[in-house]
C-alpha cells in the first residue's frame, strides 16, 4: 500500500502586493507627518479628561512657562506673519529691516518685549534658539502686549484660533491677567492645551 | 526564501543554455522594514497632537450697555470650591455672614473628594438645572488645580460654572486657614 504523501506546499507567498502597499501607506505618512518643533522652554500641560485634539486651524499659541513667562508662536502663514510684524510696528513705533522681517517670517517663538524685538531678530537662528529671554512678553494691567500681538493676529485675519498652553505649575494670577485681557479684546473662545488622561471609570 | 538556482552542470557536451534568470526576489525583508518605517510614522503622526479643552469666557460688560438684573445663586444651590496653595482646595455653601473657619472644608483633588463634594450638593440642590459650582482660584492657585477643576465640571457634568475672585470676606477665611 503506497502511502499517499501530502502534497507540499511551498512557503514562498508572494510579497510584492504587500510591499507595494506599506510603501503606498509608507508615503503617505511620510507626507502627512509634521515633526514638532523644540519648544524654547519646557513646558508641562496639565492633564484633563478631554479627548478633543488640537485642530489643523491657522493657529496661534501663547506658551506660558513656570515662572510666568509668557512666549507667543504667531500663525505659520509667511506673508500673514509680515503684516503682523508691520502692524505690532506701527503700534510700538518700531521699524525692522528686510533682514528682520524674513527673520521674523522664519522665527518659532517670540519671546520679547517689543523694544528688544529688533535686537533679537537680528540674531542668527543657532542664537535665537540658545536665547533665554529673561522676562517674555510683557502682560500686566499697565502693558498688555502680549493681548496686543493677539488682537493684531486677528486684525489680519479675524479666523485665527488661539491656543494656551500652560505649565503645570504656572501661577494662577499670571493666566488670569491673560484672560482678563482677552476678554477685553472680547476675544473669548479658544482651547488650552492639556495632555492625556485616562477617562474615570464611574 | 530567496531561490537560488543551481545550475547543473555537467552533461557532457551539453548545449550551452542560455542562463535563465529568475525573476523572484524575495520580498520580505523589504515588507518587514516598510512596516517598521510604517509603525513609526503612524505614531508619530498621531502622538504629536495634543489633546485641548474648550475655554470660553464670559464677555465683559460694556459701558454702555444696559445693566443686566442681578443674579442671584441660591446658597443651597450653588457650592462654592476655593483653590488655594499647595494644591489645597477649599468648599463651602454660606454666605458672607454664615462662613466661618470650621464650615470652610477641605477636601481634596480626587474621585473621593471634590468629585463627591460636588455630587453630593448637586444631589441637594433645590433646583438641580440652576445648580451652579462658582470656582475662586486664590492668587496662591497654580494654572494645574485650575485645569483641573474645569476637568472635574466635565467629569460631573456640571454645566454651570462660574470662575471669579474670592469676595473679601472668604479671603479673609482663607487666610486664616491657610495661616497666611
Redesign the interface.
Known sequence: MARIKPKRHGVVTDMTAMCDVTFLLLTFFIMTTQFKKPDVEQIKPPSSISEKLLPDASLMTINATPDGKFYFQPVENATERLELLDKMGQKYGVTFDNNQKAAFQRVQTIGVPMNQLRSYLSLSEDEQKNFKSPKGIPMDSTNKQLVDWVEQSLSVNPEYKLAIKGDVTTEYPKVKSLFEGLRDIDFLKFWLITSQEGKPNE | ?A?VQVQEKGGKGGKVRSKKNNP?V???P??DL??L??MF??F??TF?????????????PKPNDPIPPKTEIKLSNSVSLL?GKNNRIFWHQQDNTSLTDQNLAETSFD?EGIRKIIEQAKAGAADKDKFTVIIK????????????I??EM??TKSERYGVTDLKPWEKAIYDKKVGN
Do not use: H, Q
Request: glycine share 4%; charged share 25%.
Open positions: 526564501m531561490e523572484r524575495d520580498m520580505t523589504m515588507v516598510n512596516f518605517l510604517l510614522f503612524m508619530t503622526s504629536s497632537k495634543p489633546n485641548v479643552m474648550d475655554l470660553g469666557l464670559p464677555g465683559k483653590l474621585r482660584p486664590t492668587d496662591d492657585a497654580v494654572y494645574k488645580n485650575f485645569v483641573d474645569l476637568d466635565a467629569i
